[in-house]
């Protein structure tokens, strides 16, 4: 019984960026949506997707994709700034 469990806790340290509280919106028609490719197998095909049905379904101004090195590592504050300045809703997700 002493071998216990071990519990990781996977958030990534704070970076320099300012930080905002989230914030709602009323649809997408007109606003810039950028996506954040963690670089996992497909992740991509489904942002090529998205990207396509946010523009033409739902009105989206334009789509800004960047992609990151590995799921394993944060975007770069670069990114993170660009996205922040430019983008009204950014998704960052995972594949597989």
């Not at 709602?24 to 949506?33: E, F, Q, R």
């Not at 991509?44 to 334009?62: H, K, P, Q, S």
């Not at 590995?70 to 950014?90: F, G, K, Y």
Request: charged share 20%.
């Amino acid at each position: 019984m002493g071998a216990g469990i071990w519990v990781f806790e996977p958030g990534a340290p704070p970076s320099d960026v300012p930080q905002q509280s989230p914030q709602t919106i009323d649809g997408l028609a007109g606003k810039v949506i950028g996506f954040i490719d963690n670089a996992k197998p497909n992740f991509n095909n489904l942002v090529d997707d998205l990207a396509e049905v946010m523009v033409t379904r739902y009105g989206a101004a334009a789509v800004i994709k960047r992609r990151k090195q590995s799921a394993a590592i944060p975007a770069s504050d670069v990114v993170m700034r660009e996205l922040t300045e430019q983008c009204d809703v950014v998704v960052t997700g995972s594949g597989d």
